[in-house]
């Protein structure tokens, strides 16, 4: 049972437009989530990260939207640029209680950004 | 750069084999994880490793073990091979103990399982 789940596994965007990835999940004891992105031949690596206690961060181009009530995190990238192709990974970390768990990963969302 | 290091890139070996993974932390950090990518699966946890001792499992096989030596490299080893466990093996280090801090992560190494 998959408990964070990026159901479009490609997307594809104009370059300067802007790139919307999406995650869901269903653990409510999930309180941190991450994205990573994953170049071909190379691991993953940090792009941003949220809190369950936010509903917003941001990073230069990139914003992290966090809507509890609905379990559901997405990822704005703006504007979208060719060198952001990559595979978009959505990760979340649960908490029992004070007790760290593990980091828990999607299947990943493939970006193409076209010229 | 991710400053992880995995050897070997590639490898290939026969059903019932084992082989062992190697990884070379970041320097400075102190916890190593390992994770498993599948065919079409996002990665699975599978152990991790802070200063030497084991601090958290995932979904771990009884055929996989690992440890973590007095360097702070790591080797995840894998035995009695089936062709199931052909997938990416990933190693990954923090500096701290805990999932909040970004991983680093290496290039992986490919297991092909024939």
């Known amino acids: 049972d998959q408990q964070v789940k990026q159901n479009s596994p490609s997307l594809s965007v104009q370059e300067g437009r802007i790139s919307i990835l999406n995650c869901d999940y269903t653990?409510?004891?999930?309180?941190?989530f991450l994205w990573y992105k994953k170049y071909p031949a190379e691991g993953p690596t940090f792009l941003i990260s949220?809190?369950?206690?936010?509903d917003k961060n941001e990073d230069g181009r990139f914003t992290v939207f966090l809507n509890k009530s609905a379990k559901h995190l997405s990822l704005h990238i703006v504007p979208s640029q060719p060198g952001d192709s990559a595979v978009y990974f959505c990760a979340a970390i649960l908490n029992y209680g004070g007790s760290q768990g593990n980091l828990i990963f999607g299947k990943g969302t493939k970006l193409s950004v076209k010229p | 750069d991710s400053g992880v290091t995995q050897t070997p890139k590639h490898l290939i070996t026969a059903t019932g084999q084992r082989v062992t993974l190697r990884c070379s932390p970041r320097?400075?950090?102190?916890?190593v994880y390992w994770y498993q990518q599948s065919l079409d699966q996002g990665l699975q946890f599978l152990i991790q490793?802070?200063?030497?001792?084991?601090?958290a499992k995932g979904n771990i096989l009884e055929r996989f073990s690992a440890q973590q030596f007095p360097d702070l490299h790591s080797e995840l080893n894998l035995s009695s091979l089936e062709l199931g466990d052909s997938a990416l093996y990933f190693c990954?280090?923090?500096?701290?103990?805990?999932?909040?801090?970004?991983?680093?992560f290496g290039n992986g190494t490919r297991l092909t399982v024939t």
């Open positions: 949220i809190s369950s206690i936010k």
């Open positions: 653990n409510s004891m999930f309180d941190y």
């Open positions: 320097s400075g950090d102190l916890s």
């Open positions: 990954a280090s923090s500096v701290g103990d805990r999932h909040y801090s970004p991983l680093h």
């Open positions: 490793y802070y200063n030497g001792e084991e601090r």
